[in-house]
């Protein structure tokens, strides 16, 4: 089979295709390179010893698109094509929703002309909001609080809607929480452009010493150390998870949707702890204000993607900590390194 991603040469995007690669697929990938590096590709491909076919473009562009599917023999698509920041979708709600909803909308339409209806959906648990209870079903209501969480569920909305007008359709929606760590030969990993969003990276970099300290907002939540608490998933279990949904899609089960996480909460400070024992070092870190929109705790209730897909988790927090820490040791600067 040949696989379709778009957003390949990005985090999670590298990652997976190394386990397609390494599962015996082929690989064509899309990227525009505005938040990923094309050198994540090269190393994938030491890596697996395997070769990438690689465009570099927009999901917006319904030319690269139709010239992909034009020249390859695809059988199914994995989306991660897609801007990721909620502080920024803020700021640039209208950018947001062009690029996640309607590159998602084009790339659709690419794939209904060439008559490949096989589609994996990165989503996230941001769809879920502030939840009344948990841990997190997928039949929980969605209720989001910025615009990236929004684009995220319309796109879903989107999903559903082509999926009922036309049985043909599969669709896997996976919606991931936190990915964090590394592949476990520390050649690629997260490498965020200028400051991180996410905590992992923010950790690593103080640990390597590119930043002086990590801010931690809020001290006060219901939680048993006050600081916010997250499932936090290694990204190459994740990774995973997108070829039981290829498996899935072979079913032909239609629109099906699925939490992607380990179903256990870990702490701020629990994260710092830790990739201090990691790294053998110390991370310097201050108390700070709570940020707006913040929640207490979000964590998962998997069992949904066990029964149905035969996948869980394996990797531990210590696992995320150290390949993390192995990935930001070797390469300090990321790919630029």
């Avoid at 390859?72 to 801007?83: K, N, P, R």
């Avoid at 707006?292 to 531990?316: F, M, Q, R, V």
Wanted: proline share 4%; charged share 20%.
């Amino acid at each position: 089979m040949t696989i379709f991603v778009t957003g390949g040469a990005g985090y999670i995007g590298s990652h997976t295709i190394v386990e397609l690669l390494e599962n015996g697929q082929q690989v064509v990938v899309l990227d525009n390179l505005s938040n990923s590096s094309k050198e994540a590709l090269r190393r994938v491909e030491v890596i697996t010893s395997k070769s990438v076919t690689f465009y570099q473009g927009d999901v917006l562009d319904p030319i690269i698109l139709n010239k992909i599917f034009s020249e390859h023999d695809i059988t199914s698509v994995i989306h991660f094509a897609g801007l990721k920041s909620v502080g920024e979708s803020v700021v640039q709600p209208l950018r947001y929703y062009e690029n996640n909803v309607t590159g998602t909308v084009v790339l659709c339409q690419a794939m209904a002309k060439a008559n490949v209806k096989n589609l994996v959906f990165s989503s996230s648990a941001t769809v879920y909001g502030d939840p009344a209870s948990l841990p997190i079903l997928e039949s929980f209501p969605t209720d989001t609080t910025n615009p990236y969480g929004q684009s995220k569920l319309m796109v879903e909305h989107v999903l559903t809607d082509l999926a009922a007008s036309d049985s043909s359709w599969n669709i896997a929606v996976l919606r991931y929480f936190n990915p964090v760590g590394a592949h476990a030969s520390g050649t690629i990993g997260e490498d965020p452009n200028d400051i991180p969003n996410n905590l992992m990276p923010f950790i690593a970099q103080v640990a390597v010493g590119k930043r002086d300290k990590l801010n931690v907002f809020g001290s006060d939540y219901d939680t048993h150390d006050g600081t916010g608490v997250r499932d936090y998933i290694h990204v190459v279990d994740l990774a995973i998870g997108h070829l039981k949904a290829l498996d899935k899609l072979a079913t032909n089960p239609g629109l099906v949707t699925y939490n992607i996480g380990t179903g256990v909460g870990y702490s701020v400070l629990d994260m710092v702890k830790a990739f201090e024992k990691a790294c053998g070092k110390s991370i310097a870190y201050q108390i700070v204000d709570r940020r707006p929109g913040d929640i207490a705790a979000c964590y998962a209730n998997p069992k949904k993607a066990k029964s149905e897909l035969g996948w869980a988790a394996i990797h531990t927090i210590d696992d995320m900590a150290q390949s993390s820490w192995l990935w930001q040791s070797n390469n300090p600067n990321g790919y630029e390194g």
